[in-house]
Nanobody, 119 residues
Framework: QVQLVESGGGLVQAGGSLRLSCAAS????????MGWYRQAPGKQRELVAV???????NIADSVKGRFTISRDNAKNTVYLQMNSLKPEDTAVYYC?????????????WGQGTQVTVSS
């Protein structure tokens, strides 16, 4: 199992920047995939940016060129740097970790952090 603690959300004007942090309770080397999803009101949760197995990244087209995912292995922390924010980026952002549990992959979620972008 792993616990995830997010921080860094808030209110920002369009064009501004925020950085989200997700601290894991165990070494991220033991995690198969880790990254960020978001859910806007009335919409389904969607992938934003994740590190997949083998350290590759998967980034949503809607945020490419504006958002950057990075990690600090020593701190067991994954970051999401969000630049040039738009009102449509407003959502609750969730950290996700996916780990093998015997023969299945289990998903773990943080509590979520609100990001609100005003126009």
């Amino acid at each position: 199992q792993v616990q995830l603690v997010e921080s860094g959300g808030g209110l920002v004007q369009a064009g501004g920047s925020l950085r989200l942090s997700c601290a894991a309770s165990r070494s991220i080397f033991s995690i198969n995939a880790m990254g960020w999803y978001r859910q806007a009101p009335g919409k389904q949760r969607e992938l934003v940016a994740v590190f997949t197995s083998g350290s590759s990244t998967n980034i949503a087209d809607s945020v490419k060129g504006r958002f950057t995912i990075s990690r600090d292995n020593a701190k067991n922390t994954v970051y999401l740097q969000m630049n040039s924010l738009k009102p449509e980026d407003t959502a609750v952002y969730y950290c996700n970790a996916r780990m093998w549990n015997k023969l299945r992959l289990d998903d773990y979620w943080g509590q979520g952090t609100q990001v609100t972008v005003s126009s």
